[in-house]
Every structure is written in C-alpha cells, then in structure tokens.
C-alpha cells in the first residue's frame, strides 16, 4: 500500500490527472499493472500505449471502462478495458466500480485506484487494503496536529528517563517508575506510524514534516529495548507480589532482583510485541502494561521495587563497546553491584583492564551526579 499511496502523491502525475477526473465530474477505475495476471482478465477496450499525462487521463475517463496503466504510472496500455475478477471473491462495497476494483485487488497483487464522481473520493485498493485519499490541506494539519502531540509524549518520555536513571543510581526504582518510560515510548511509535502513512501520501510536500518527526522519535527505539532488558523477569525468574510471603518481616518488600543471565533479543521482541497488541487504555494501566511486558507478574503492584541489571546505563558511557557492557552485566548481576565494585573488581572481567575499569568508575559517578543535577535543576 506504501509504494500505491506514494505514486498518488501530490505533486504526481497520477494524482494530478486523478483530480483533473474528480473536477470534471467523472468517475475512473484505474489498473496500475500490465502483466499477463490483469490482461488474464480484461476483455473489451482497445491498446493505447502512450505516455502518461493528466490530460490523457482525463479525456480517457470519458468512457466507461477500466485503464490499464504500466507498472510505474508511466504510460497508459489499454483504455476502455471490461474487468471480469472472479465473482465469488468477497467485497465490502456496493458500487459496480468499487466492487470491481476491490476484487481485482484481492485477486492480483496490483494498485487499483477508484474515483468516484457521487462522492468526490479516490480511493486505493492493494491485496485486502483499502485507503480513501485526503486532501491535501486536511492531511498537512492532520500531521502538524500529530507532531504537536508527538512533542508532548516525548517531553513524558525523556522526563521519565531522567527520572528512572535518578532512582536506578538511587536503588528505589519501582514497577510504576519503569513503565512510565514504556508507555510514553509505545504510544509516540504508534502515533509515528500513523503519521509516516499519512506522509507517504503527502509525498514530496511531506519531506519537512518527515524531518521533524524523525527528530521526535529520534533515540526511543534503543532505549526503550534496553529498559526492557534491564527489566523482564523471565516466568521462572519472577517472585511472588506484595503479601504473598516474600516481605522481611518489617512489612518491607525487597526488590526484585535481576533474573539470572541476559534476555536475548528475541524475548524483547516478544514482551515488547505483547505491548503492541493492548489497546491504549491497556497501555496506561500500569499493572496490565508491566504483565504484557513481563516485567511483574499482574497481581503485582505499581510501587514493587525492582532492581536494574545495568545495561542502560552502562551504554551511555562513551565509547563503550556493547561486549563489555555485556561482559560486566553477566559478571556482576545488577546494577549496584556495579556500581558498589572497585576498580580491582572490575578488572576480573574479560577484557576489562586496568584503564576501562577507571573509565567504568569515573564514567558512572559522573552519570550519577549528572543525572542527579539533570532532575533536580
């Protein structure tokens, strides 16, 4: 459907003879594709084989049957063309026109582009997709308004980063305080996305606004994977909630510990997958968020205390190679561990010698007070 949207763009010659067809008052199917599959079923019309250009398009629309475009909307092949899709493939729509194009759609991986004259609508038909045009001054405004809400959520974003990495030095992370970073981070992606379909239909008039966004969402991808590593509690690794007998007998609930070894990429493809699919008021329930995380099991509390594995930190260092920041998680087993070691300590670790583990302790103090003056400034 991208590749369909982005040959309609404003600014194409496609999307200029399609309007020049919706100003005349007329409607047109169009077939974006030549190959044996649409002439398997196109009968009728006549071989036109000329360049594309607006003003064909609309003078062509005067009849009644299908164009036939090339692969790439450069030439027009056939004009006048009678459609036959099988009948038995299932439609949604009413029209003789629409229902035509959804079924040539649905039976051959082709574009199909319907104007409709009634309706003053174009409409684009890919495999089992459907995508109804904007104009172009409704879909600039819808994104202007998305980016302005994007803004907002990455503001709760990085404010929550900054927050998490104050309490992780700290040693008072809790449940509540790790998925306040994940929800603002799910809910910019989603909304990203939406844009990003809504700049391919822009197209070209679309590059700025695709620069801000890219700038928006710059950066939370790999965070938000290394949260989610410091924090997934593998089912065998997971301790029972608040009043389930794990208190140390003062009414205090220790933190949860890093489960034992990493989490490899695929279970954080998996938590975060197990995200995607809530709905948004699931996302902002922070106990439903955490168990399709599995960050906690779901009678967990908000304020459970969790414990880091370090990850996230470690990677802010500069100049750090990602083997030894996994060399020293695996070796320590938490982020104050850590942070508690000496430098003597740090050396232990394969492949850290006396220098990186200088730089391990000088980098994380100066993270630490950083961090500290960052939140409270």
């Known amino acids: 459907m991208a590749e369909a949207l982005a040959l ?78 099988d009948a038995s493939i299932p439609t949604t729509e009413t029209g003789t026109r629409h229902r035509t194009s959804e079924r040539v759609a649905r039976s051959i991986d082709v574009p199909v582009v319907s104007v409709s004259a009634a309706m003053g609508l174009i409409t684009v038909y890919r495999n089992a997709a459907k995508h109804v045009l904007q104009p172009e001054r409704r879909l600039h405004e819808r994104v202007s308004q998305a980016l302005q809400t994007l803004q907002r959520f990455r503001q709760r974003f990085d404010l929550a980063v900054t927050a998490l990495s104050a309490l992780e030095i700290a040693d008072t992370v ?65 301790r029972p909630g608040p009043g389930e007998g794990d208190g140390d007998g003062n009414g205090q609930v220790p933190p949860v510990p890093p489960a034992a070894g990493d989490v490899s990429p695929p279970q954080i493809d998996v938590a975060l997958a197990s995200l995607s699919r809530l709905s948004t008021d699931d996302v902002l329930d922070v106990r439903r968020a955490a168990h399709a995380l599995g960050l906690a099991p779901a009678a967990t509390e908000p304020d ?6 370090g990850y996230r930190l470690l990677h802010r260092l500069p100049r750090f190679p990602d083997v030894l920041v996994d060399r020293i998680v695996d070796h320590f087993a938490g982020l104050q561990n850590i942070m508690g070691s000496s430098v003597r300590d740090l050396e232990e670790v394969e492949g850290v010698g006396e220098a990186r583990a200088r730089s391990v302790k000088d980098g994380l103090a100066r993270l630490a007070e950083a961090t500290i003056l960052d939140r409270y400034s």
């Open 8 to 85: 309609v763009a404003p600014g194409q010659p496609l999307r200029d003879g399609l309007e020049r067809v919706l100003q005349a008052n007329r409607g047109a199917l169009l077939v974006v594709g030549d190959g044996p599959d649409v002439l398997s079923i196109s009968t009728g019309g006549f071989l036109f084989d000329a360049e594309f250009s607006p003003q064909r398009l609309s003078e062509l629309a005067k009849m009644d049957g299908a164009i036939i475009l090339s692969s790439d909307a450069s030439r027009i092949a056939r004009a006048n063309v009678h459609l036959t899709p």
């Open 304 to 309: 459970r205390p969790l414990e880091p594995r």
């Open 174 to 238: 809790t449940l509540r305080d790790v998925v306040a970073v994940l929800q603002p981070a799910e809910l910019l992606l989603r909304i990203a996305e939406e844009v990003r379909v809504d700049l391919v239909e822009l197209g070209d008039d679309g590059r700025l606004l695709a620069l801000q966004l890219s700038e928006v969402t710059e950066g939370i991808e790999p965070v938000r994977r290394l949260v989610v590593r410091d924090y997934l509690q593998p089912s065998e690794g997971q």
